[in-house]
């Protein structure tokens, strides 16, 4: 039972362009909410988080999206650069249980073409 | 500042073999956490563990995998009598305290054959 989804495996923009990755949860008790990148052949790496008493947060350029009642986030890349080719993992937890405890989705490859 | 440093790379051992893979946190990191990314999926928790003591290892298989971390030294993921559906890519993550965004390795890939 896949708690966190990226139901896009993939996804293709063009340099300068915005890039819109998306993640949903189906467990009410997520609370936190993270993305990583990840470079093949290298561990994740964080990238941002949210809280659920927040419904944006923003990091140059990248900005996280929190729908608590659609249980959906969203990360925007703007603009889109070739170094941002990687594969994007959403990630969840709960603050108030086993907040260490990460469930991931399972990744959104991004390719920005030149 | 050396980051969290999981060695080997790469390992391949055969099926019944014993495979140990090795986790050195960050300076001043006393938290460890083990992911287990199977291929085409996302990492899965496997255990966390803080210096001496195995905190949660609710994600373990419940045969042939052990952790630890010991007073001194790196933390150690163990597999006994490794079968082919252990292929995967473990990754290690520490942080200075309880805490969600953590900083991984780079992982180990370990083939079975």
């Known amino acids: 039972d896949q708690q966190v989804k990226q139901n896009s495996p993939s996804l293709s923009v063009q340099e300068g362009r915005i890039s819109i990755l998306n993640c949903d949860y189906t467990?009410?008790?997520?609370?936190?909410f993270l993305w990583y990148k990840k470079y093949p052949a290298e561990g994740p790496t964080f990238l941002i988080s949210i809280s659920s008493i927040k419904d944006k947060n923003e990091d140059g350029r990248f900005t996280v999206f929190l729908n608590k009642s659609a249980k959906h986030l969203s990360l925007h890349i703007v603009p889109s650069q070739p170094g941002d080719s990687a594969v994007y993992f959403c990630?969840?937890?709960?603050?108030?249980?086993?907040?260490?405890?990460?469930?991931f989705g399972k990744g959104t490859l991004l390719t920005v073409n030149p | 500042n050396a980051g969290v440093m999981q060695n080997p790379r790469h390992l391949v051992r055969r099926r019944g073999q014993e495979a140990r893979l090795r986790c050195s946190p960050m300076?001043?990191?006393?938290?460890v956490y083990w992911y287990r990314q199977l291929p085409e999926e996302g990492l899965k928790f496997m255990v966390y563990?803080?210096?001496?003591?195995?905190?949660?290892e609710s994600g373990m298989p419940k045969e042939r995998f052990s952790a630890e971390f010991p007073k001194e030294g790196p933390s150690i993921l163990r597999i006994q009598q490794v079968v082919r559906g252990d292929s995967a890519a473990y990754f290690c993550?520490?942080?200075?305290?309880?805490?969600?965004?953590?900083?991984f390795g780079s992982g180990t890939r370990l083939t079975v054959v």
């Open positions: 993550a520490s942080s200075p305290g309880q805490a969600a965004g953590y900083t």
């Open positions: 990630a969840a937890a709960n603050s108030g249980g086993s907040n260490y405890k990460l469930t």
């Open positions: 300076k001043g990191h006393s938290h």
């Open positions: 563990l803080q210096k001496e003591n195995i905190i949660d």
């Open positions: 467990n009410s008790m997520f609370d936190y």
